[in-house]
């Protein structure tokens, strides 16, 4: 991995673009649909397909991104099985609580985003000695983003939907990607 790390980490820094992109799109669609009162199984069905419109096209003009995320992964496959449990579930975990802590949904959505990502930035660099700072970058600034989602729920409760709400923690989301891949580009 360290002799490509150029390569890989300008490639991730596209895949986070894309992704913050596919999330606002997402996001803003989802708005329209939700305000013209359209079924929620066609809002989900709009989310899968910008989803795959979005990163088809990065995936097609990016050959290399597929083989970056491949070396990636592979590397976290030899991970130790301690290691793997503990990514999965800073991953997985904050997801799987949205159905029992439902109103906290939009919480839980950046606690996933962002304990994921630091989860893997720093098992890839305890076992890989790969510095992937654009993750780490996209991480906290999740995290960081939870308490101003909090206040501004808090704060403007009276004023705010609760649809709102789970929007701008979307938009949340798209931001922390979306630095994220603007500094792996910039990164030398």
Known sequence: MPGNVGIESRAFGFLFISIALAVLTGTIINEFLATHHIPIYYQLLAWILVFIFVLGITFTKMKNLFRSIRNRMKNSIRWPLHAKIVNGISWAGPFLAIPIFHPFAHYLI?????????????????????KNKEQFIVGILAITMIPVLFLVDVLLAPVLVHQHVLTLSRLFVAVSYGVGGIYALNER
């Open 110 to 130: 950046l606690l996933g985003i962002g304990t994921g990502n630091i989860s893997t930035y720093f098992l890839i660099k305890y076992y890989n000695n790969y």
